[in-house]
C-alpha cells in the first residue's frame, strides 16, 4: 500500500519559518518527481514546488521562489519543503504528492499570521 503522510504544519507569524515534510511507504520515490501542492479555502489548487529525485533538478512557483526550498533525502525516504520568510498568502493545507498526481497525502495546515 503507497502511503504519503505528510508533517511539519503549524501556525506562524509573518517572517517565520515552517519545515514541512513528506514520508512515503509502499514504494520509493528515488526514480520519481515529487511535488509539494498546497490549497486555501475558496481556492484552486496550485503547484508550489517540485524535484526530480534522480537528478535533484527543482522548479519553484513564482511566489515562493526565493523563500521556499524543496529537499530529499533518499535514505530515509523522504521529502521536505523548508518555508522561510513566511507571509499570510502562504496560509493553506499543503500537499505531498507525485508530480503526475497519481499518489497524494491528507495534507498539512500551516496558517500564518
Known amino acids: 500500500h503507497v502511503q504519503l503522510v505528510e508533517s511539519g504544519g503549524g501556525s506562524v507569524q509573518a517572517g517565520g519559518s515552517l519545515r514541512l515534510s513528506c514520508a512515503a511507504s509502499?514504494?520509493?520515490?528515488?526514480?520519481?518527481?515529487m511535488a509539494w501542492f498546497r490549497q486555501a479555502p475558496g481556492k484552486e489548487r496550485e503547484g508550489v514546488a517540485r524535484?526530480?529525485?534522480?537528478?535533484?533538478?527543482?522548479y519553484y512557483a513564482d511566489p515562493v521562489k526565493g523563500r521556499f526550498t524543496i529537499s530529499q533525502d533518499n535514505a530515509k525516504n523522504t521529502v521536505s519543503l523548508q518555508m522561510n520568510s513566511l507571509i499570510p498568502e502562504d496560509s493553506a493545507m499543503y500537499y505531498c504528492?507525485?508530480?503526475?498526481?497519481?499518489?497524494w497525502g491528507r495534507g498539512t495546515q500551516v496558517t500564518v499570521s
Open positions: 504528492a507525485t508530480c503526475s498526481g497519481a499518489y
Open positions: 509502499g514504494y520509493t520515490y528515488n526514480r520519481n518527481c
Open positions: 524535484i526530480a529525485t534522480g537528478s535533484g533538478n527543482t
